[in-house]
Nanobody, 122 residues
Framework: QVQLVESGGGLVQTGGSLRLSCAAS????????MGWFRQAPGKEREFVAA????????YYVDSVKGRFTISRDNAKNTMYLQMISLKPEDTAVYYC???????????????WGQGTQVTVSS
């Protein structure tokens, strides 16, 4: 069992920055690829970014490429999402996820966090 706890959300102006963190419990953090999803009001949850178990490979949805950076610190059982040049359309609840390698394609997600709100004001 893995528990995921997000933090770092908040209110920021357009063009601002935020850094989200996802702390994982348990000793099997490196067994999972990790990622971020987001869900805006009235919309479906969408994939944002993912990172493989070692941190050597990363993947992003086109709308955040060049603005968001995903990383992980396996020694700290923590994953991060650095977000810069934020836009109002980035406003959503951001969820941390853990799954098998390639889950951004296969949807094989095993664990979800509870979510953290990110609001970008115009």
């Amino acid at each position: 069992q893995v528990q995921l706890v997000e933090s770092g959300g908040g209110l920021v102006q357009t063009g601002g920055s935020l850094r989200l963190s996802c702390a994982a419990s348990g000793r099997t953090f490196t067994s999972y690829a990790m990622g971020w999803f987001r869900q805006a009001p009235g919309k479906e949850r969408e994939f944002v970014a993912a990172i493989n178990w070692s941190g050597g490979s990363t993947y992003y949805v086109d709308s955040v490429k060049g603005r968001f950076t995903i990383s992980r610190d396996n020694a700290k059982n923590t994953m991060y999402l650095q977000m810069i040049s934020l836009k109002p359309e980035d406003t959503a609840v951001y969820y941390c996820a853990a799954g098998s390698d390639g889950f951004w394609v296969t949807k094989a997600i095993y664990y979800w966090g509870q979510g953290t709100q990110v609001t970008v004001s115009s």
